[in-house]
């Protein structure tokens, strides 16, 4: 079965300290997409960073930063210098590449960056 | 930026009934999808949508789903009998090209509510 872990379900932050989201997967797929999703309240979910299997560097996209390891199937998010508008649920997802396109989600995670 | 767009934002409707729910995809995708999360649940895939055929769907998109692009800018998912267990935010997701592993852009949601 293709599943997405997210286990701790809230987190939060002061401004300017650094975060760090969890996600396990678990897939016998070799190649595949690995994405990280945020959804500010009342607005639309938006990529904040993408990782693809096959490629041993980590992402980085500016602050966000990705920890991926592929042996335990974890791609763990990184938040540096944190701000309030970082404030948002983060959803882990990835696509096999088995030919499907279709996104398999994490339950997410709510992260609060408080003044 | 463009963006997708749903309508509309929220729908209550009562238990038996047709929905339509819409949604326009950014203007040059050619992927089209449909996701919905139950309160408290993942976001889970329903259908995705490529060349006026459905490509891929899950086994929560039975006989009672149903999805058309009408007009080359529109695309809408049908619920034709309407049951509790619908109730849920439904997003509308679209891609610029084939290929895994792209952006989906996501729409901000329709609530639906079945009473």
């Known amino acids: 079965a293709q599943t997405v872990t997210q286990s701790q379900p809230e987190m939060s932050v002061q401004e300017a300290e650094t975060v760090t989201l969890s996600c396990t997967y678990d897939?016998?797929?070799?190649?595949?997409?690995l994405f990280w999703y945020k959804q500010p309240p009342s607005r639309q979910m938006i990529l904040v960073i993408r990782q693809e299997a096959y490629k041993q560097q980590n992402a980085t996209e500016n602050r966000f930063s990705v920890n991926f390891q592929k042996a335990a199937k974890s791609f763990s998010l990184k938040i540096s210098d944190s701000q309030l508008g970082d404030t948002a649920m983060y959803f882990c997802?990835?696509?096999?590449?088995?030919?499907?396109?279709?996104?398999?989600f994490g339950k997410g995670m709510k992260l609060t960056v408080n003044p | 930026e463009p963006e997708v767009t749903q309508t509309p934002s929220h729908q209550v409707t009562q238990m038996g009934q047709e929905v339509i729910l819409r949604c326009v995809p950014i203007s040059n995708h050619l992927y089209f999808y449909w996701y919905r999360q139950i309160l408290g649940q993942k976001v889970e895939f329903l259908v995705s949508?490529?060349?006026?055929?459905?490509?891929?769907k899950s086994e929560i998109f039975d006989d009672q789903f149903s999805v058309e692009r009408p007009d080359g800018s529109n695309f809408t998912l049908k619920i034709r009998s309407t049951k509790l267990e619908d109730s849920a935010m439904y997003f509308c997701a679209s891609e610029p090209t084939s290929g895994t592993g792209y952006e989906q852009y996501f729409g901000p949601g329709t609530r639906l509510t079945v009473t």
């Open positions: 949508f490529y060349n006026n055929e459905i490509s891929e």
């Open positions: 897939t016998s797929e070799n190649n595949y997409y």
């Open positions: 997802a990835f696509i096999p590449q088995g030919g499907s396109e279709k996104l398999v």
